[in-house]
T-cell receptor, first 114, second 112 residues
Framework: QQQVKQSPQSLIVQKGGISIINCAYENTAFDYFPWYQQFPGKGPALLIAIRPDVSEKKEGRFTISFNKSAKQFSLHIMDSQPGDSATYFC?????????????FGKGTMLLVSP | NAGVTQTPKFQVLKTGQSMTLQCAQDMNHNSMYWYRQDPGMGLRLIYYSASEGTTDKGEVPNGYNVSRLNKREFSLRLESAAPSQTSVYFCACQDRAPYEQYFGPGTRLTVT
């Protein structure tokens, strides 16, 4: 059972355009929603994250929009640049007694054309 | 500080062989994780260790064992490798709040 669904699988955007990646989750116990960026041959790195009591979070050109009632969240990359070309993963955290785990979406490969 | 290191970077095994993937962190974080990454499948949690002395199964633990040797080191063992275990393996560590996970550079494993 896939608990975090991510779309699209791949995305091509022109330089200067807006890249939008969507995720949906099922488990209402998730309490924290990070986005990770991964370049080829590297490990993922945290890009931006949001808690469900906030509807939007912006850091530079990156914005997360969060819709708690729809159980959906999305990443917007404004003024996309070739250096943003990477794979993006959304994730959702489950926090238990003394532990926390992340469930990841399947990833979106973004290509920003010059 | 190196952050999270993984050895080896690459490995080729024959079916049935065993090996141990090593992970070490110098961030003094309590929790450590092992993931596998397959094309189109995202990152799937194999095992995790919330603190030194504890380990728990994740989403895809079959065929793997782990050892939390001390606070710094968390190893992943394949006792009898199978072609289905061909993957890129990532180790990660995490402290308490803000709960960010830091990933190592990965080990690319091929089982023939």
């Amino acid at each position: 059972q896939q608990q975090v669904k991510q779309s699209p699988q791949s995305l091509i955007v022109q330089k200067g355009g807006i890249s939008i990646i969507n995720c949906a989750y099922e488990n209402t116990a998730f309490d924290y929603f990070p986005w990770y960026q991964q370049f080829p041959g590297k490990g993922p790195a945290l890009l931006i994250a949001i808690r469900p009591d906030v509807s939007e979070k912006k850091e530079g050109r990156f914005t997360i929009s969060f819709n708690k009632s729809a159980k959906q969240f999305s990443l917007h990359i404004m003024d996309s640049q070739p250096g943003d070309s990477a794979t993006y993963f959304c994730a959702a955290r489950l926090l238990g007694a003394g532990y926390s785990t992340l469930t990841f979406g399947k990833g979106t490969m973004l290509l920003v054309s010059p | 500080n190196a952050g999270v290191t993984q050895t080896p970077k690459f490995q080729v095994l024959k079916t049935g062989q065993s090996m141990t993937l090593q992970c070490a962190q110098d961030m003094n974080h309590n929790s450590m994780y092992w993931y596998r990454q397959d094309p189109g499948m995202g990152l799937r949690l194999i095992y995790y260790s919330a603190s030194e002395g504890t380990t728990d199964k994740g989403e895809v633990p079959n065929g793997y064992n782990v050892s939390r040797l001390n606070k710094r080191e968390f190893s992943l063992r394949l006792e009898s490798a199978a072609p289905s275990q061909t993957s890129v393996y990532f180790c990660a560590c995490q402290d308490r709040a803000p709960y960010e996970q830091y990933f190592g550079p990965g080990t690319r494993l091929t089982v023939t």
